[in-house]
């Protein structure tokens, strides 16, 4: 089932106003969207969880290497 358009575009905003790239607006939606159309496995969610945690930026992450 797609998702609402409304949602998307929250999500989407969201994302830009946190300073976040489109990456992780999109990785999201994906998550979800795969959510409302089948029952996902552990491992499913785990690569998604995965896939959104490696998209996020955090500040000042650069300045740990």
């Not at 969610?45 to 992450?61: E, I, K, S």
């Amino acid at each position: 089932m797609a998702l609402d358009t409304a949602l998307a575009g929250a999500l989407k905003a969201a994302a830009k106003e946190a300073g976040q790239p489109d990456a992780v607006a999109n990785r999201l939606l994906a998550w979800l969207t795969n959510m409302s159309d089948s029952e996902l496995s552990r491992d499913a969610r785990g690569q998604f969880y995965d896939d959104v945690r490696q998209a996020v930026l955090l500040p000042g992450a650069d300045d740990a290497d």
